[in-house]
């Protein structure tokens, strides 16, 4: 063949351009594993008079007696004293009222014209839900309430004890009924909104329990369980922004606060603020944060970023307390990329001290690495032991059976490159590059039909690859040329 197509051959060699799978942080789906800081539930209001909710004459001594029990803390003598005055409504509220009898009792309560013995107020029922509520007698409380809700269906209160009540038993859905009755009814205070804010957390709907703590905070701009409510929310639904603000002003006054510094770290991450997230994984994992995902997740960061060493100390550290493997080879595969030889040699040297936790296909990745690492000091024969190893370990190592079949394609043992070359073919993200090495072979041994067929297949499977036209294009002139010859 003359030296004009030897010359050609060579050029289209150079054509053929493999896809490269670079690791690192912006691939990888990095989530900063954030503190448990649950909400706690708002309390239970005292009990006071409301005009919509009035005690009926007769009951006014009985109220007023309840009140001092009640202002020591004394919710048990207060239920023992109302037992005594009211001892039958007693026993249908702890049965239940299965009949609806106490139902059929309950008034408006205030002055009327008439009442009967049996009768009693909606506030006075109201009074003695508060107190079963208080003692967590919450079957009974809930008897009460519904009860003072017949004759007086509006009662802003009895709404909201109910919602607070099934808050605690986690029906949220009817709590959030209730509490949101309560709101339209015209009740706007911070406990109120507060509550709203949790239920709404606590069934998904994330957007509506941030705007319900955010009412809650202008009505009581220092209450900390709603901030904290509000940022959990803002991060749940993706208000990263609104998110970093609120947790900036969280940690002027908190600056010690090991969790908010997570929230910031989580809001900025989210946000594409990754230099900011970065800062304040390092801060958390100062104050004490020692969860191995967040470990990664900083190593991660700092390799994007640049900050080799602190990322490899990171790795190292978290792989010996038992960090998921996933993120040490994913560190490697970046080393390698970065041409980072003597860390990767590290990192590779950390994962043998660990050798015996280590599965097959774990140990199957290390020794790849350290194939690569091999092959750049020019140990060829170090490079294919530790790949065969390899291979024996995870038959389906397309990264090896690649490197394994670059280098007996170098050294000229075909037939072997291609059989490896072959059974990568099988693997996805490996099927391009290993089909285009399967052509590249093909030219080196000048089989330019068969090199031409392969790039035509090729591109039938990944019409996205018109890159390879030109290929195909030079190498048909080439079969021309040959034929011609």
């Not at 690791?23 to 448990?36: E, K, T, V």
């Not at 005055?85 to 008034?107: C, H, M, N, T, W």
């Not at 919450?138 to 099934?166: C, K, M, N, W």
């Not at 709101?183 to 957390?201: D, E, R």
């Amino acid at each position: 063949m003359n030296g004009l197509l030897m010359k050609r051959i060579v050029q289209f060699g150079l054509l053929l351009l493999l896809c490269c799978h670079h690791a690192n942080a912006a691939d990888m789906d990095l989530q900063i594993q954030l503190p448990d800081m649950e909400m706690m539930l708002p309390p239970v209001s005292p009990p006071q008079l409301q005009k919509e909710g009035l005690p009926l004459l007769e009951e006014n001594q009985t109220v007023k007696e309840y009140f001092e029990y009640i202002s020591r803390g004394g919710y048990e003598e207060a239920l023992a004293y109302l037992r005594k005055r009211e001892g039958s409504a007693f026993e249908l509220i702890e049965s239940g009222d299965p009949e609806g009898q106490l139902k059929q009792r309950a008034v408006v309560g205030g002055l009327m014209p008439t009442t009967r013995m049996s009768q009693i107020s909606a506030y006075l029922l109201f009074l003695i839900g508060h107190a079963y509520f208080s003692l967590e007698n919450y079957q009974a409380a809930e008897t009460a309430f519904l009860s003072a809700l017949v004759p007086l269906p509006d009662f802003i209160r009895v709404h909201e004890s109910l919602g607070l009540l099934y808050m605690r038993m986690e029906r949220y859905k009817e709590a959030h009924r209730h509490l949101a009755h309560a709101a339209g009814l015209g009740l706007h205070t911070s406990q109120l909104f507060g509550a709203l804010g949790y239920v709404n957390y606590q069934t998904g709907n994330f957007w509506g329990a941030a705007n319900a703590f955010q009412e809650a905070l202008m009505l009581d701009a220092d209450n900390e369980q709603c901030k904290r409510g509000l940022l959990q929310s803002l991060s749940r639904s993706y208000q990263h922004k609104s998110a970093l603000t609120l947790v900036e002003g969280m940690l002027l006054e908190q600056p010690d606060d090991a969790g908010l510094w997570l929230y910031r770290g989580r809001a900025a991450l989210q946000a594409g603020a990754r230099e900011v997230a970065l800062s304040s994984l390092e801060a958390a994992i100062r104050l004490g944060d020692d969860q191995l995902s967040n470990l990664q997740v900083c190593a991660a960061l700092h390799m994007e970023l640049g900050s080799i060493a602190r990322a490899i100390d990171l790795l190292k550290s978290g792989f010996a307390r038992g960090m998921d493997f996933v993120f040490m080879d994913q560190g490697m595969s970046w080393l390698k990329q970065a041409e980072e030889w003597a860390l990767l040699e590290q990192v590779a040297h950390s994962a043998r001290e660990k050798w015996a936790s280590l599965d097959p296909l774990e140990r199957s990745k290390v020794l790849m690495r350290e194939a690569d690492i091999s092959m750049h000091q020019d140990d060829e024969s170090a490079a294919r032991d530790a790949l065969e190893q390899a291979i024996a370990l995870d038959p389906s190592n397309a990264y090896a059976l690649m490197s394994l079949a670059d280098i007996h394609r170098n050294n000229g043992n075909y037939i072997r490159a291609e059989l490896l070359y072959q059974r990568a073919s099988a693997y996805g993200l490996y099927r391009e590059n290993a089909l285009i090495s399967l052509a590249q072979l093909a030219l080196d041994q000048e089989d330019f039909e068969r090199a031409l067929q392969i790039l035509r297949d090729m591109l039938q499977e990944f019409p996205r690859r018109t890159d390879l036209n030109r290929n195909i294009e030079f190498l048909e002139n080439l079969v021309l040329l040959q034929s011609g010859n």
